[in-house]
């Protein structure tokens, strides 16, 4: 009989969102379909999950010319810059569309804020693929990556601010606060899509009732450090890991409560994997695994 219990808790929505999940579901058809597609850099921000396209037949290229004449190109989930678009159409590319529709929604968005007369404001990452193909949008957008950033912007008379899908809720609020003491007329649209509000929330939870978190997910992955950083504002026993070989056994030790939850570029088979690892760590340390 085991010494002890180990009780495992998956968050509910633990992984690929639903536009993550329609994207790569999108590129094994065309592949399979065409024999090849190709991507302008990665179809979503985890290694395996790229790796495994590969073996398929979605190539990752760096420019439109490198796209075989008879072969689809496929624009990602985190959307693609207008430019991009553009120059697709003139060469009369088969494009297949993944942008993700939350993402799309934040285009409209920026797109008819500039068009009431406001001044572009983007909270996010800079360099970020989403928040590059956001400002393709329009004119001119000011990216805002911090709240230290934010005091570091001039008076404005008027300013419309959207954030990237994957940005957490407490660094909008942070920047937002700050803007609300520099623009006169501010115009805010939550932009944070609901996917990652709702991980957010559930992380929260299973880290302030868990002995130990595990948050799965690449650390090229936004949204997965950014789960990462909130599990560990509550709880300083939480990690980041990419797959089961990163666990270290020692972690277990003491612990009677486990909590798990995923970037939305991660697959079940990984989350499953993950599980497994724990499974056996635990029977090493003669203790009996439960779910909750």
Not at 84 to 98: G, P, V, Y
Not at 118 to 146: L, P, W
Not at 157 to 172: C, D, F, H, I, P
Not at 258 to 284: F, M, W
């Amino acid at each position: 009989m085991a010494d002890s219990v180990i009780k495992i808790t998956i968050a509910a929505d633990a992984g690929y969102c639903f536009g993550v999940r329609d994207a790569v579901s999108l590129a094994y058809e065309m592949a399979e379909r065409h024999g090849e597609v190709y991507m302008l850099g990665h179809i979503v921000h985890n290694e395996t999950v790229v790796k495994d396209l590969e073996q398929a037949g979605a190539r990752v290229v760096k420019r439109l010319s490198d796209v075989p004449a008879d072969k689809p190109v496929l624009f990602r989930a985190h959307g693609t810059a207008v430019s991009t678009w553009e120059e697709a159409q003139e060469l009369s590319m088969n494009i297949a569309d993944a942008t993700c529709p939350l993402v799309r929604d934040i285009h409209n968005e920026v797109r008819q804020l500039e068009q009431a007369g406001y001044r572009i404001i983007i909270i996010g990452d800079h360099g970020h693929d989403e928040v590059i193909g956001i400002a393709s949008q329009v004119e001119k957008a000011e990216v805002v990556a911090t709240a230290e950033e934010a005091r570091r912007l001039g008076k404005l008379k008027r300013a419309g601010v959207v954030s990237q899908s994957t940005q957490t809720l407490e660094n909008v609020q942070a920047i937002v606060n700050i803007l609300m003491s520099k623009v006169y007329d501010l115009r805010f649209i939550n932009t944070i899509c609901f996917p990652t509000k709702r991980n957010q929330e559930q992380i929260k939870d299973l880290a302030a009732n868990n002995d130990l978190i595990l948050i799965i997910g690449s650390f090229t992955s936004a949204n997965s450090k950014r789960l990462a950083q909130l599990a560990l504002e509550r709880n300083e026993n939480s990690y980041q890991v990419t797959g089961a070989q990163d666990i270290n056994p020692r972690w277990l030790d003491g612990v009677a409560t486990v909590g798990i939850s995923a970037g939305a570029s991660t697959p079940d088979s990984i989350i499953a994997a993950v599980t497994k690892e724990i499974e056996k760590l635990a029977q090493r340390q003669n203790k009996d695994v439960s779910y909750g």
